[in-house]
């Protein structure tokens, strides 16, 4: 018997933060096969590398300039202030910006989850913030990026 799956979503605003982590190109294909897996599990083993970290226990995940074939990843951590950046990690600020956000957990569809939002985000009178950053997670850090069921929120930028 199939469930209708639910995500109660909300508006949050979040202030401008700078983060420190890794980069990935490439295109919806190659992130569809697990390429951005690879960075979130590198993230993970490296984090003690990098300084003022804000909430080691959240990996977040930053998409950004969406086109025809791909976009850009950024698996990172939030810091307080950028020292020292550790070799191989790259630094973004994020603007301030408020965000649709959801819980995506166990059990559920991950498009449904998107659809879902992105529904609500159209159903409240909000359109999608047409800036860099096109969607956000946040992942428990010691969750395995390989999990084919994970838990995860979803932000989605957005304005009236």
Not at 98 to 109: F, M, N, P, R, V
Not at 111 to 123: G, L, P, V
Request: proline share 4%; glycine share 6%.
């Amino acid at each position: 018997m199939l469930v209708e799956q639910k995500n109660d979503s909300m508006i949050v605003a979040r202030e401008a933060f700078q983060a420190v982590g890794l980069k990935w190109e490439g295109t919806f294909a190659g992130a569809g096969a697990g390429e951005i897996r690879v960075i979130h599990t590198e993230m993970q083993k490296r984090v003690q590398e990098i300084k003022h970290v804000l909430n080691p226990d959240k990996l977040l995940g930053l998409s950004y300039h969406m086109t025809d074939t791909g976009f850009t990843h950024y698996a990172v951590v939030a810091v307080e202030q950028i020292e020292d950046i550790p070799d191989g990690m790259v630094t973004i600020e994020v603007p301030s910006l408020t965000y649709a956000k959801c819980e995506h957990t166990k059990g559920q569809s991950i498009d449904k989850s998107y659809n879902n939002i992105y529904a609500w985000i159209e159903q409240e009178g909000y359109k999608v913030h047409q800036g860099d950053v096109t969607h956000f997670e946040e992942y428990p850090m010691q969750q395995d990026p390989y999990d084919q069921d994970p838990e995860f929120t979803i932000l989605i930028p957005i304005e009236k």
